[in-house]
């Protein structure tokens, strides 16, 4: 099984990763419900879930709390892909895993084209996640070409 050359995520992936989720100082409810604050987080580094009532935080601690949280979704993205990709790929694939969550990922197309080694077919698949709670959003929409973009660059 070959290893991914990239294993953590660029610092311009944090920032391809912040750009899309956009900030908020204090807890929101996402568009699904789920309570959530800073750059998408809806756990702390203590595994406190995030709660309507917590405390606002800084856009510093957001990214902070964003360098956290998706540790967990490159060790998806390092133990599920069995092909190797470039840095792009990876921050790429961070972030769609990120936003779609590690189970999602897991049972994705998107994964399993990729793992047969067949990349452009892989980045084809994006596209396809661009809805939530069964509607299609544009801001989705909107991401998932970036993140078809970068994945191709």
């Known amino acids: 099984m070959t290893h991914q050359t990239a294993v953590a995520t660029s610092a311009e992936g944090i920032k ?17 419900g789920v309570p959530t604050i800073g750059f998408g987080a809806t756990y702390y580094p203590n595994g406190k879930r995030v709660t309507l009532n917590d405390a606002p935080i800084t856009k510093e601690q957001g990214i902070e709390l964003l360098k956290h949280t998706v540790q967990d979704f ?14 792009n790929q990876f921050d790429a694939i961070v972030s769609f895993a990120y936003n779609v969550g590690i189970e999602a990922f897991k049972k994705s197309t998107l994964l399993k084209l990729l793992n047969k080694g067949q990349p452009y077919a892989a980045a084809q698949e994006f596209l396809k996640w661009n809805k939530a709670g069964g509607k299609s959003i544009a801001g989705l929409s909107n991401r998932r070409k970036a993140e078809k973009e970068l994945f191709l660059r």
């Open 16 to 32: 391809f990763i912040s750009r899309w989720e956009g900030f908020s100082a204090k807890p929101y409810r996402d568009v699904v």
């Open 74 to 87: 490159e060790d998806a993205v390092n133990t599920y892909v069995t092909v190797t990709l470039n840095q």
